[in-house]
Structures are given as C-alpha cells and as structure tokens.
C-alpha cells in the first residue's frame, strides 16, 4: 500500500517572512509507517517552491501550486493521501488538495493536525474528506493503514481519535482518548524522505534566528499542563505533560549531527524546561558536543530558574523567546491563566542576557476583559525586560481554546471574523472595554515606540544581527524589516 503525504503550501502573512520548517509531524507518522512496512512518500510543498507565490480563493499562498501538487499525487499514484493543516490559515487549501486528490482517483483522503483536531465535524463534513485524525496519530495512522491493507469490508470503528464516515455516508466522530505513554517508544523523525539540503539552503527556521544554516527541529516532550486561555496544545497533545528521556534526545542530535551535519537545532516543545532534572541532563549531555540550539516556540518563564538558564547557556543554547504575554498581574492571572509570576520575570530576563543568550518576548494584546490601561501595563512592561527583540500579538481565537469558546459564548467575532483568515497582526475579538479602531491606533503607536526605544537602547547590538542576518540572507532581512516597521 503507497501513502503520500502533503504539507500543504502556506498562507502568506503579511507581517511574516516565508518560511519553510521541517513538517516533523509528517516525519514521524512516515517513520511509524516505515517501521510496518508501507511504501510512504512526503511532499512539503513550501520546500518545494518557497519564492513561488500564488492566489487561491482569493488569498496568497506560497509553495508549489496545486497543478504541480496534481502531478506529483497522479506520478505516484498512492492509496491514500494525507494532508496536514497546521493552521486555520490553511484550512482551504488543505481542503483543495483533498478534493485534487479525489479527482486523482485516491482510494482514502484523510487529513490530520491541530486545526481538523479541533473542527472535526467542519472537516469531515466535506465530501472530499474521508477521515480526519484527532490529535496526536502516530498509532491511529498504524491501525487505519493496517485496516486498508488487510482489504474486506473496511471497520474503522476500533480506532481511537479519529473521524470517518460510515455505509450511509453519515459521520461517525470518536474523540481522542488515550495518548502514547512512552513517547521514547515513537521511531524517529523519518528526515530522509525530506529534502534536507533544501530546508538547509534556504535556511528559514521558527523565530528566525539561527547562527548556522545548517539547522533543524526536533521534538523533546509532549503537551503541556498549563491551561493558557489561547494556546490550542491540549488538543493535539492532550492535558498531559510527556517527555522523552535524554539518553533518546541526545541519540536523536548525535545522529542529526552524524547523518546530516547539523550544526543547530530548533527545540519545538510546548514546554521543554519543565522537568529540571531532565533539562539539566540534557543540557550536561549537550556541552561537549559543539551545537548551537535554540527555543523559538516560546519558553515557559515560569519553569525556569537560574541554575537551569546557566545550564542551557553553557549547553549552547543562544537564542530563546520567553512567552511573558502580558505586564499586567490581573490580565496574566485571571485572563490568560497562566501560572507565571510577573514579579520574577525581570530578574529572570536578566539572567538569560548573563548566560549571553538572544533574548525575544512574546506578548499578546487585546483580550475582550482587557483595558487599554492594562495593555499599556504590557508595552511598559516589555520595555523594563531588556529583550533584544519582542513580538506583540492580537489576541486571536484559535478554534478548541478557552479564548474561542469564551468568543462564541459572548458573540465577540468582529463582523468580518473568518477562522480561515485568522493572522495576529489584526484584532478579531470585540470588547466592551475599547473599540477596534480605538485597540490598533494604541497597539501601532506603543509597539513603534517600544521598537525605536529597543533599537537605541542596544544599537550594538541590534546593528551586528542586521549585519550578521545581512551577510546570511540580505533579502529576508530586508522584508522583515519592511513588514515589522512600516508595512501596516
Ligand atoms: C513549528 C511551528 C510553526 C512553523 C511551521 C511548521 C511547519 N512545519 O510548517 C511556523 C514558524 C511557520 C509556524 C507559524 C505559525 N504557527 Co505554528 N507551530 C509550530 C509548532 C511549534 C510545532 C509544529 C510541530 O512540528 N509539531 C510537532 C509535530 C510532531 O506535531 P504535529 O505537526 O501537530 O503533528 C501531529 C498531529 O497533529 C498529527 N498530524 C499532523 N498532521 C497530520 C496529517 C495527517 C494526514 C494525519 C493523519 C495526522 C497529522 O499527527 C502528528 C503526530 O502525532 C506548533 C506547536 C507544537 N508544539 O506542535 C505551533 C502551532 C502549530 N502553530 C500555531 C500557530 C497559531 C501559528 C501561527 C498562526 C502563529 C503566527 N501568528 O505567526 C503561524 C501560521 C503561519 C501561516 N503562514 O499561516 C498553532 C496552530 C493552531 C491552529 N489551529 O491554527 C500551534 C498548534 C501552536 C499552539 N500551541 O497554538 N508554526
């Protein structure tokens, strides 16, 4: 039986430069169905043709077009296609490939990723879509693939978190229950079946920041158990909090370092520190083997401290961004709900500048319970943390989170609220505390102000990573900053 999976092109955002990461989630349910046996392919089309920008329903995408995707599913011609949609932002045109791939004659389109994980029933609902996974697939992708080799009558029924439709067509939703206990027992990332030189070449990891091209991600642990009232973890993850053991993270670099030559890499965890002994085992093990690495994907503050930093610094790690998300105690607490004591961030930012490690924030902006007070708390705040950079961020509802259950509940979409065009540069929440007109012009002012204040507090600084990035990749740096400064 041939599978084919796709990484869908991406939706161009227009305060984002293009990016191509590695699709580790594809790599691991290819390296699961390696290990049993089947013929698996994967194509990321964002590697394939990042500069290749094009319009589809009326929105701009990059990555190989979809005629280009056609030939590829019609030259391999598998059984089944499966897509990954990452994000709301590409929900249709991970629905355009189903629907090309049902024209190809596929026997099974089946789709998978946090966005069909919280939607289900949108997506199963589409005639194009034979089934969606729920969440976290690795065994759920075995039992399906085992199922359509055997033949026969076809009886999805058994398998946990998935969606299907049944001999009337009718949909059949069974939630995601149980969760791989020891993730150690997962095989590795399949990285051959992708074009590791290409993702090297172009070189365009999460964050953007990186000292050497030759960099990759990879995955330390699963989940998190904080509850943050934006974040969509838990469903893919669930509430649970599961690591790998160090002796299979450094067995995974050492081989990263040994097959491709790796030079950096990317910890994409929800939540790498959280176990201290486990970070720090890590960390030691790390020290002797001459990587550089990095936390582009946010980093909970609140599970760090200054022996754990120290370790990380000496480890190689130079570039983290801490998730604060908010300089206000209320906000932090009672809106977001997350476990983090403002009162300890500045001295922790602190630290990490010590140990000689890049240092971004991520805030969010705009909460429907927030006041504009208390958003100027935020850019205050930002500007006490000594950060090299910082990102502010509209709080944007992401389908499955308490922030999107909260909307519905209360009608506070705006009137031109689409999940499909969700991009954080823009407010899609309503509020009884201010207008939207009344949120950017504060949100465009104080986020220039803290830029401009940021650049002549540390020009330094900031001047050697323009000449640095300049060297690397004098285009890129070029358009974010364009996008960051005056593209509004
Ligand atoms: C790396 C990353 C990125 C990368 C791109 C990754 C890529 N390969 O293309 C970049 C930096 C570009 C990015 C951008 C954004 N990201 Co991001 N990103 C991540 C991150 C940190 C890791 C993704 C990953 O590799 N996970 C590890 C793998 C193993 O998990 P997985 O891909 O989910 O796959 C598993 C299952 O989902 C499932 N599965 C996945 N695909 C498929 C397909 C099939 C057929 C099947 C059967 C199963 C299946 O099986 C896999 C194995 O169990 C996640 C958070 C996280 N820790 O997962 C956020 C996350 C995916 N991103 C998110 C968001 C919101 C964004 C942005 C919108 C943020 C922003 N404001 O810029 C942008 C959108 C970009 C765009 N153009 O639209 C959200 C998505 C939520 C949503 N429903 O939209 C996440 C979940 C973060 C969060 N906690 O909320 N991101």
């Known amino acids: 039986m041939k599978l084919l999976f796709i990484n869908p092109p991406n939706k161009k955002l227009r305060n984002e430069v293009n990016k191509a990461v590695l699709p580790l989630g594809l790599a691991y349910l290819a390296a699961v169905l390696l290990r049993e046996k089947y013929d698996v392919r994967i194509l990321d089309s964002v590697i394939e043709d990042i500069d290749n920008h094009f319009i589809f329903n009326d929105c701009e995408y990059y990555g190989l077009g979809i005629e280009y995707i056609r030939d590829e599913i019609q030259k391999y011609n598998p059984d089944v296609v499966g897509v990954s949609c990452l994000f709301t932002s590409t929900t249709e045109i991970s629905i355009e490939i189903c629907r090309v791939s049902q024209e190809c004659n596929v026997r099974h389109t089946i789709i998978g990723g946090p966005t069909p994980s919280a939607l289900t029933e949108f997506f199963i609902s589409k005639s194009c879509i034979d089934l969606v996974f729920i969440g976290e697939s690795e065994e759920s992708i075995a039992e399906f693939s085992h199922a359509v080799n055997q033949g026969g009558e076809l009886d999805f029924s058994k398998i946990d978190g998935i969606a299907y439709k049944d001999t009337h067509n009718h949909p059949v939703i069974k939630p995601k229950r149980s969760f791989i206990a020891n993730i150690d027992d997962i095989p590795l990332p399949a990285r051959h079946l992708l074009p590791m030189e290409k993702y090297f070449e172009i070189s365009s990891p999460q964050g953007g920041v990186y000292k050497s091209k030759r960099n990759t991600p990879i995955l330390t642990s699963r989940g998190c158990p904080a509850t943050c009232c934006f974040c969509a973890s838990a469903n893919v993850w669930g509430k649970g909090y599961r690591m790998r053991s160090p002796e299979m993270v450094i067995k995974e670099i050492e081989l990263l370092k040994k097959e491709y030559n790796i030079e950096e890499f990317q910890i994409q965890d929800d939540n790498f520190t959280l176990n201290k002994k486990r970070t720090i085992q890590i960390c030691k093990d790390l020290k002797n083997m001459d990587l550089y690495w990095s936390m582009p994907n ?191």
């Open 298 to 488: 946010g980093v909970a503050l609140w599970a760090l401290d200054e022996e754990v930093i120290k370790a990380m610094g000496e480890a190689g790690c130079h570039f983290i961004i801490a998730a604060i998300e908010s300089g206000n105690k209320r906000v932090l607490k009672e809106v977001i709900k997350k476990p983090l004591k403002l009162d300890t961030v500045i001295d922790l930012c602190k630290c990490i500048k010590k140990n000689r490690i890049f240092l971004s924030g991520f805030f969010i902006v705009g909460f429907p319970d927030e006041t504009l007070d208390e958003i100027r708390d935020t850019f205050k705040f930002a500007l006490k943390c000594n950060l090299d950079i910082a990102g502010f961020s509209y709080a944007t509802p992401l389908p499955s989170t308490q922030l999107w259950e909260q909307a519905e509940r209360e009608n506070l979409f705006t009137n031109k609220f689409d999940f499909t065009h969700l991009t954080y540069d823009k407010p899609s929440l309503k509020s009884n505390n201010w207008t939207i007109e009344e949120l950017e012009a504060l949100v465009i002012s104080l986020s220039r102000r803290f830029y401009l204040k940021t650049f002549f507090k540390r020009p330094k600084i900031i001047l050697f990573r323009i000449i640095d990035s300049f060297k690397r990749d004098p285009l890129t740096l070029l358009r974010i900053i364009y996008y960051r400064t005056m593209r509004r």
